[in-house]
T-cell receptor, first 113, second 112 residues
Framework: DAGVIQSPRHEVTEMGQEVTLRCKPISGHNSLFWYRQTMMRGLELLIYFNNNVPIDDSGMPEDRFSAKMPNASFSTLKIQPSEPRDSAVYFC???????????FGEGSWLTVV | AQSVTQLGSHVSVSEGALVLLRCNYS??????LFWYVQYPNQGLQLLLK??????LVKGINGFEAEFKKSETSFHLTKPSAHMSDAAEYFCAVTNTGNQFYFGTGTSLTVIP
C-alpha cells in the first residue's frame, strides 16, 4: 500500500491567495485527520472525519479554513485567503476502522509570503 | 482529559550509547500509547504502540518502550544509538482512537 498520499508536498504562495491541500487516505481506512505542525505550537489537530462526516472541527483556526471529504478516498483542506501565519506543515493522517493507530502522510509544506 | 509530557526537548547521546526518551501521560481511563518518529522533511512514522497485554513493547529499529501504570510513564529506549536514529520523537496517547494527544517532541542528536 502506498500509504496516505498528500499533495502538493511543497507550496509557496502569496498572501491572499487560496490554498488547497489534498489527501488520499489508505483504502479501507475510514477516519481521516488533518493536523498542522509549527515550531511554536507543535502538532495541532484541525479536524477529523469518520466515514466522510466531519466529527470535530474545533481545531480549525478560523473561518478562512475549511475541509471537505466528498468520498472515502479524498479530502481537501482549503485556506482562503491565506496569510503568512498559516505557514506550516499540514499533515493528513488516517485510521483503520476500529483500530487505534493513526498513519501519517508525508505532509504538505506551506509557505505564505 | 488526556495529555502527554515529554521531558527534554533536546537529547544528545554518543553513538553506541543508551537512548532514553521520557514520556509521561495523563489519562482517566486505560490509555493507548504510541511513539512516533519524524525524520527531517518527512511525516510521522509509527515506532511502536501499547494497547493491552505485555507492558514491554518492541518497535522498529531496535526501540522499545515500557508502560508503567504506577508511574504513568511510557519511556522509549534503545540500547545502542546509531547515527540514523537522529530525528524528532513524539509520544502520543489516546483512549478512543479519535482524539490523539501528542507531546511537544524530543529532538535526538547522535554524536559520532
Amino acid at each position: 500500500d502506498a500509504g496516505v498520499i498528500q499533495s502538493p508536498r511543497h507550496e509557496v504562495t502569496e498572501m491572499g491567495q487560496e490554498v488547497t491541500l489534498r489527501c488520499k487516505p489508505i483504502s479501507g481506512h475510514n477516519s481521516l485527520f488533518w493536523y498542522r505542525q509549527t515550531m511554536m505550537r507543535g502538532l495541532e489537530l484541525l479536524i477529523y472525519f469518520n466515514n466522510n462526516v466531519p466529527i470535530d472541527d474545533s481545531g480549525m483556526p478560523e473561518d478562512r479554513f475549511s475541509a471537505k471529504m466528498p468520498n472515502a478516498s479524498f479530502s481537501t483542506l482549503k485556506i482562503q485567503p491565506s496569510e503568512p501565519r498559516d505557514s506550516a506543515v499540514y499533515f493528513c493522517a488516517d485510521r483503520e476502522g476500529a483500530g487505534n493507530t493513526i498513519y501519517f502522510g508525508e505532509g504538505s509544506w506551506l509557505t505564505v509570503v | 482529559a488526556q495529555s502527554v509530557t515529554q521531558l527534554g526537548s533536546h537529547v544528545s547521546v554518543s553513538e553506541g550509547a543508551l537512548v532514553l526518551l521520557r514520556c509521561n501521560y495523563s489519562s482517566s481511563v486505560p490509555p493507548y500509547l504510541f511513539w512516533y518518529v519524524q525524520y527531517p522533511n518527512q511525516g510521522l512514522q509509527l515506532l511502536l504502540k501499547y494497547t493491552t497485554g505485555a507492558t514491554l513493547v518492541k518497535g522498529i529499529n531496535g526501540f522499545e518502550a515500557e508502560f508503567k501504570k504506577s508511574e504513568t510513564s511510557f519511556h522509549l529506549t534503545k540500547p545502542s544509538a546509531h547515527m540514523s536514529d537522529a530525528a524528532e520523537y513524539f509520544c502520543a496517547v489516546t483512549n478512543t482512537g479519535n482524539q490523539f494527544y501528542f507531546g511537544t517532541g524530543t529532538s535526538l542528536t547522535v554524536i559520532p
